[in-house]
């Protein structure tokens, strides 16, 4: 018996904003508990709460990158519920008249190839405070630094058919998010948290199945994780008789169990209801086109634009175009004069190595442009390259001529100096050339090989080979 997987998401992302959904209080993360509060956060009667108009706009801006239309009207509405980081007693969302409704994602299922996922909605609403159970043994502690911070909450359609091909849209969504520069996407910032709703089904059947809710899941990874493991409790539910209960299930990365919370909530329980404090929120068409105006560069468009306009390789340009600061400072190596092909390697080598050491590019574009000419032009081997960039990447002020000279690394083509260290290999090898005049001419690498080793990397491989083959030949 076979199943189908049904998944949609439901992920929150946090817009990069200095202050709160409402307030003014500062939008950051990791500062001491209950710092940043004010009376409008923490709902201190007569308190009014005022959108924060960058918000809206940070919103607006992702809606129109997801293809979403931006409806002119939309409500804010009160979703009433208890918890202790919620001093409130309601959250402000928007509900039946959301921000925008109705656009797509597209990326790469594993399994089916190209797809485009729906996106239902995305509203805007703001975040609840955080409980803390690890601060005091026994207790739980409450802090409201995150209560009001501005939330987008973005729906996609149950058009995910596998727990892989919802990491593949996570990541386009993310990409898309990040370039449009709404947020910095971070999971481990809880800038970006998704909650997966899963049902299963027998193939051909239009309707679905019960879904649940998985949530506290920390990574793109994780995720996935927990999909196969609730797809797998679903499946042992159903084929041992049993069937599903809609309710919100929390996910051990630790063991990679599930655990039930609690029953799933309907959205009537939430009672929503528009709220009084707050007017419909009223955006004019012409503003909106100018956010859709100035929207940069998205994913789709710099692939297309890195295949065409460099002649890279797809795999090249899914690296190049992972990060949007990858690709500007891949252009700006191309730029400043270096071969677009062995500019792509550099970056995606030595560059992207400095960048998860030190989470920055340190080597400037323009040295690095100057490096890749001293190597593409014979003067330094690749591998002595290598290390005039870590020079660099500690004194990027130096010129990487100085450095490669300082280091004794210009490549050396004179004939005599290659001939002393031929010949010291030849020597050292005897087994080996005896074959080698056997017929076993893949020797030649092994020598070649020697020869640079001899030589430190100095030695020219190009003029290393033809001086091999004739102190070889018959
Ligand atoms: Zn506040």
């Known amino acids: 018996m076979t199943w189908e997987t049904v998944i949609g998401l439901e992920v929150h992302v946090q817009p990069t904003t200095r202050s709160k959904m409402f307030c003014g209080c500062a939008n950051s993360f990791g500062d001491p508990p209950n710092t940043n509060v004010c009376p409008v956060c923490l709902g201190l009667p007569g308190a009014l709460p005022v959108p924060n108009a960058e918000a809206v706009r940070l919103g607006v801006v992702g809606a129109l990158a997801l293809g ?45 190839g190209p797809i485009e996922v729906s996106i239902t909605r995305l509203h805007l609403e703001e975040d609840a405070g955080k409980s803390l159970h690890d601060r005091y043994p026994r207790r739980t502690a409450v802090d409201l630094n995150r209560c009001g911070t501005p939330l987008c909450e973005i729906v996609s359609g149950p058009d995910l058919r596998s727990p892989a091909e919802a990491r593949a849209y996570l990541v386009a969504l993310r990409q898309l998010l990040v370039y449009a520069g709404v947020s910095d996407c971070s999971m481990e910032k809880g800038t970006l948290r998704v909650d997966a709703n899963l049902s299963v089904r027998r193939p051909g059947q239009s309707g679905l199945g019960t879904k649940t809710e998985v949530k506290n899941l920390n990574s793109f990874a994780f995720v996935e994780k927990a999909l196969e493991a609730e797809y797998h409790r679903q499946v042992g539910l159903l084929e041992s008789g049993g069937r599903v209960e809609q309710v919100t299930l929390l996910f051990n990365a630790g063991t990679g169990e599930l655990r039930v919370a609690r029953v799933k909530e309907e959205s009537h329980d939430y009672r929503y209801f528009p709220d009084p404090d707050l007017p419909p929120l009223v955006l004019a068409p012409a503003w909106v086109e100018a956010e859709r105006a100035g929207l ?3 994913p789709t468009a710099r692939r297309a634009r890195y295949a065409d306009r460099f002649g890279l390789p797809g795999y090249d340009v899914g690296v190049l175009t992972a ?16 071969d677009p092909k062995a500019a792509a390697n550099w970056v995606m080598g030595e560059a992207l190595g400095s960048l998860r050491e030190t989470g920055g590019f340190p080597v400037p574009a323009p040295r690095l442009a100057e490096l890749i000419g001293l190597v593409t032009g014979g003067a330094v081997s690749h591998q002595a390259g290598r290390k005039v960039y870590a020079e660099l990447a500690a004194h990027p002020d130096h010129p990487p001529g100085v450095v490669a000279e300082r280091l004794g690394l210009l490549q050396v083509g004179d004939e005599s100096a290659l001939a002393g260290w031929v010949e010291a290999v030849l020597a050292a090898h005897p087994g080996e050339v005896a074959r080698f005049r056997a017929g076993e001419a893949k020797l030649l690498g092994f020598f070649t090989g020697q020869v640079m080793k001899a030589s430190q990397g100095k030695a020219d491989p190009k003029k290393v080979q033809p001086l091999l083959r004739s102190r070889l030949g018959p």
């Open 296 to 298: 940069p560069e998205l």
């Open 323 to 338: 990060e949007p600061e990858t690709g500007a400072y891949f252009e700006a190596v191309v730029a400043a004069g270096a």
């Open 68 to 112: 979403c239309t931006v409806h002119p009207t939309s409500i804010f509405a009160r979703k009433n519920y208890f918890y202790p980081d919620l001093p409130k007693g309601y959250q402000v969302s928007q509900y039946d008249r959301p921000l925008a409704t109705g656009g797509a994602v597209r990326c790469e299922s594993p399994e089916r």
